[in-house]
């Protein structure tokens, strides 16, 4: 369960749009359709459906965008996590619907940026880089996919020499640049979408922990000092909640952290990064960066490390940002800040209903930014009544580890010491 919390500590907080702050729930509503969890999940959800005309409320147990929503990388990466065995399930038949699902959460987000006019620093280009030889023959077959289904955007294989050029680190030996992907202040995205659904005509909560979900024709929402009585509910906690059994032991919380420097010099800015794109490595213990709008680093990995403490953070960040950037030894760490992601152990994105009218989705694991957007739509869909989206994931069941909610913090630890020997490899 969360705690009731503002923003604070990341760079995000430290430049988040100023929110509409939203009461808590108070008394008996009553709406069309309920969503637990304003991340982008929840909040993309709400919005959809406050655009067809639904009463919608969102009950959030802290703010809006406080969970992984409002504290990740910022990267607008294409494609779903799992998508081989989704491709597996569905035969080639589903090539063509998971080609436009992989992509169809940065249409969402370009639309919303320009017609509601949300302040998010969204910027186009993004490059995948290789550590290992596999990782350039990945990327091989990547370029070939956009190739032959005529990507719309600028996509380039580069040799390790012109990704040195492009991004100032002779680190990696290749890359893949793919402009149709790229990078946006999450906080403040989330904040304006939910601005945008409120403006709609959604009720947000803040401040207001969901204590259990009472079930029948009419689910009831229920937080301390009030309820939601609504036809349908979404839960959309992620992997910050564990409110309901049949939920435990499928997804499994992942620790990330993320590090800011103080602003970098033009000269720098030039050296490093002209093109402000992100940049991400294939590995599953990966490291990823970009800049700020401020032109500040933002530097993202995983750690072995469950605590909070900045001081920790920017120690362990220092090191490996310096291997990539050893011209940063003299720069200072301004933020440093972790959040949690939601990884499934097939790394499928986990779509599915615990009563007919109680749906849920999560389990994004890196791809978040994008494919909540497509989330929203497709649960959104479900409420009005298809469902064919919904199906290619729900179809997929997600696998439970027996004992694994009990233990999964240790868990997760063994898998990430796992994931880090291959990466090695
Ligand atoms: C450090 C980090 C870096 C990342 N980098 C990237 C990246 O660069 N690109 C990318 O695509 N993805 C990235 N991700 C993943 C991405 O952020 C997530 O997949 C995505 O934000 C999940 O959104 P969500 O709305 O489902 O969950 P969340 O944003 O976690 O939202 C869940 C919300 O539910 C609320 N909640 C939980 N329980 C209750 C309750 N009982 N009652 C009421 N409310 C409740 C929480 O307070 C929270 O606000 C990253 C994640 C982290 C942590």
């Given at each position: 369960m969360t705690t009731s919390q503002?923003?604070?500590?990341s760079y995000y907080a430290a430049t988040a749009n100023q929110d509409a702050g939203y009461p808590p729930l108070s008394g008996e509503q009553h709406a069309d359709v309920c969503i637990i969890g304003a991340g982008f999940t929840g909040i993309s959800t709400a919005l959809h459906l406050a655009e067809r005309g639904y009463n919608v409320h969102v009950v959030e147990?802290?703010?809006?965008?406080?969970?992984a929503s409002g504290r990740n990388g910022g990267q607008m990466i294409g494609g779903i996590s799992g998508e081989q065995k989704i491709a597996e399930a569905h035969g080639a038949g589903a090539e063509k619907l998971l080609w436009e699902m992989r992509w169809a959460g940065h249409d969402i987000i370009r639309e919303r940026v320009a017609r509601y006019g949300i302040d998010c620093d969204l910027k186009a280009g993004y490059l995948d880089v290789a550590i290992k030889k596999r990782h350039l023959a990945a990327f091989d077959a990547e370029f070939e996919r956009l190739q032959r289904h005529n990507f719309p955007h600028e996509f380039r294989l580069l040799s390790a020499g012109e990704t040195a050029d492009l991004i100032?680190?002779?680190?990696?030996?290749g890359s893949l640049l793919n402009m149709g992907n790229g990078h946006l202040h999450p906080l403040n995205l989330c904040i304006g979408e939910a601005r945008a659904a409120a403006d709609n005509g959604a009720t947000i909560y803040e401040g207001s922990p969901v204590l259990g979900v009472e079930r029948g024709s009419k689910a009831r929402v229920i937080t301390e000092r009030g309820s939601v009585a609504a036809d349908w509910v979404v839960i959309?906690?992620?992997?910050?909640?564990?409110?309901l059994p049949e939920l435990h032991g499928i997804l499994f919380p992942v620790n990330s952290f993320i590090t800011a420097t103080e602003p970098l010099s033009a000269a720098l800015v030039q050296q490093m990064n002209p093109r402000d794109l992100a940049v991400c490595d294939p590995n599953f213990v990966l490291e990823y960066f970009r800049l700020s709008a401020d032109k500040r680093l933002l530097f993202g990995g995983r750690i072995n490390y469950s605590g909070a403490d900045p001081e920790y953070i920017k120690k362990n960040h220092r090191p490996r940002m310096l291997k990539i950037?050893?011209?940063?030894?003299?720069t200072r760490i301004d933020y440093a800040w972790g959040g949690t992601i939601g990884v499934p152990l097939n790394r499928v994105p986990q779509f599915g209903r615990v009563a007919p009218n109680v749906l849920f989705a999560q389990g994004y694991?890196?791809?978040?930014v994008n494919v909540t957007h497509l989330a929203g739509r497709i649960l959104a869909d479900v409420i009005a009544g298809t469902e064919e989206r919904f199906d290619v994931f729900a179809k997929i069941k997600p696998v439970r580890v027996p004992g694994a909610y009990r233990f999964r913090h240790q868990l997760v630890a063994l898998g990430v010491f796992y994931h880090q020997l291959r990466d090695w490899l």
């Open positions: 503002p923003h604070t500590g147990a802290s703010k809006v965008g406080w969970g100032g680190t002779d680190a990696y030996i959309a906690g992620n992997a910050y909640h564990s409110l950037y050893p011209q940063l030894h003299d694991s890196g791809h978040g």
